[in-house]
T-cell receptor
Framework: GESVGLHLPTLSVQEGDNSIINCAYSNSASDYFIWYKQESGKGPQFIIDIRSNMDKRQGQRVTVLLNKTVKHLSLQIAATQPGDSAVYFCAELNKWNTGNQFYFGTGTSLTVIP | ETGVTQTPRHLVMGMTNKKSLKCEQHLGHNAMYWYKQSAKKPLELMFVYNFKEQTENNSVPSRFSPECPNSSHLFLHLHTLQPEDSALYLC???????????FGNGTRLTVT
């Protein structure tokens, strides 16, 4: 099956700085990607998504960039706050004959230093 | 509030026990899922129900038995589990099979 991976397992940033979390995917046919945030003791929470017909999408303080050429996805968080401390996952949607399925990376743990 | 409610939040059970995990969503979604989350591993899809019909069983051992009585409720029945089954079990729902997943906060299961 296809896999999604993250370049760095942990990331520490100073409060107020920008954060960049990276993700590599291997299925060039994937056309839908999602970033999730998982805080301690909670389930993953949707942050932002992007389809393959776009290379950039912005939300509130977050931007997702998609580079289909090198199969790379990144999540940028502007002015990182202590509440951003969490594990971040990227997910890609694979389409099989049996049905669509999201594949998740192992996650990057973001720690914000006050 | 995520819209997907899981109970119990924590469960400790012996290897000979039988217990059930419950998931409920009132988001009007048609698909429901069970995932297993273990430390330092990607989320593992266990079961998928679409319009109450089980569409996928990803080679999950028979000691895990799902049940979907209606499109809003999903159960995971557990019996004779092993210590390596200890993990966070997450329920999710989505409008359809290519829509974003909405997760519950999970049940932390410990098998002793």
């Amino acid at each position: 099956g296809e896999s999604v991976g993250l370049h760095l397992p942990t990331l520490s940033v100073q409060e107020g700085d920008n954060s960049i979390i990276n993700c590599a995917y291997s299925n060039s046919a994937s056309d839908y990607f999602i970033w999730y945030k998982q805080e301690s003791g909670k389930g993953p929470q949707f942050i932002i998504d992007i389809r393959s017909n776009m290379d950039k999408r912005q939300g509130q303080r977050v931007t997702v960039l998609l580079n289909k050429t090198v199969k790379h996805l990144s999540l940028q968080i502007a002015a990182t706050q202590p509440g951003d401390s969490a594990v971040y996952f990227c997910a890609e949607l694979n389409k099989w004959n049996t049905g669509n399925q999201f594949y998740f990376g192992t996650g990057t743990s973001l720690t914000v230093i006050p | 509030e995520t819209g997907v409610t899981q109970t119990p939040r924590h469960l400790v059970m012996g290897m000979t026990n039988k217990k059930s995990l419950k998931c409920e969503q009132h988001l009007g979604h048609n698909a429901m899922y069970w995932y297993k989350q273990s430390a330092k591993k990607p989320l593992e899809l266990m079961f998928v129900y679409n319009f109450k019909e089980q569409t996928e069983n990803n080679s999950v051992p028979s000691r895990f038995s799902p049940e979907c009585p209606n499109s809003s409720h999903l159960f995971l029945h557990l019996h004779t589990l092993q210590p390596e089954d200890s993990a966070l079990y997450l329920c999710a729902s989505s409008l359809n099979r290519d829509s974003p997943l909405h997760f519950g906060n999970g049940t932390r299961l410990t098998v002793t």
